[in-house]
C-alpha cells in the first residue's frame, strides 16, 4: 500500500483475506477521495456474487454492477469484496440484495449518486434485474437519480416479426 494511504486505517487491504459466513456490512471500509470536487465515476462488478433464497435455501447467482459519483470519502474494493461476499450464506430476495447494498454504501460513504444493479440468472424461467439509486437530497445529484431511475423504467419496444 502507498505511504499516503497508510494512515486510513485500512484493515483490509494488504492483510490475509478472511471470509465471513454472515451478513458482514462491517467489513466495509473507506478512503480519502483526492478529488472530491471532480464529478467522476467509479464503476465496480461482481459477475460471481451469490445469496440464498430465503424461502428455499437455494443458491442465486448475479452478477452486481455498482456504479457512484464519490463525495468526500470512497469504497476500498477488498472491502468490497468481501463484502459481497458476505451475501453468500445470507437469505434475501433479489430485490433486497439489491436495496441493501445501495442502503449500506449511502451509509458508508455518503456518495453524490449511487446506483446498483443486480443481473440475477435465470430462476424457473424467469430474470430478475433490479435496479435501486440514490442521489444525495437537495442537490443536483438527486435529480440525477430522478432521470435515470424514469429512464431505467422505460419499457423496450417490442421486437416485430
Not at 434485474?129 to 423504467?153: D, K
Request: negative net charge; contains cysteine.
Amino acid at each position: 500500500m502507498s505511504d499516503t494511504r497508510k494512515g486510513e486505517g485500512l484493515a483490509a487491504l494488504g492483510a490475509r483475506t478472511a471470509y465471513a459466513d454472515h451478513y458482514a456490512p462491517e467489513v466495509l471500509e473507506t478512503f480519502s477521495n483526492r478529488h472530491p470536487d471532480n464529478d467522476y465515476w467509479v464503476q465496480f462488478n461482481c459477475p460471481e456474487f451469490t445469496s440464498l433464497c430465503p424461502i428455499t435455501g437455494q443458491p442465486d447467482f448475479a452478477e452486481i454492477r455498482i456504479s457512484y459519483v464519490p463525495g468526500e470519502r470512497m469504497v476500498e474494493s477488498k472491502s468490497l469484496k468481501l463484502y459481497l461476499f458476505s451475501f453468500r450464506n445470507h437469505g434475501d430476495f433479489h430485490e433486497d440484495c439489491v436495496n441493501v447494498i445501495m442502503k449500506d454504501l449511502v451509509r458508508l460513504m455518503d456518495p453524490k449518486y449511487i446506483e446498483v444493479t443486480g443481473f440475477f440468472t435465470p430462476r424457473g424461467g424467469i430474470s430478475i434485474y433490479p435496479y435501486a439509486n440514490y442521489g444525495r437530497p437537495g442537490t443536483r445529484y438527486e435529480q440525477l437519480a430522478e432521470r435515470r431511475f424514469e429512464l431505467h423504467g422505460m419499457p423496450a419496444a417490442p421486437v416485430k416479426g
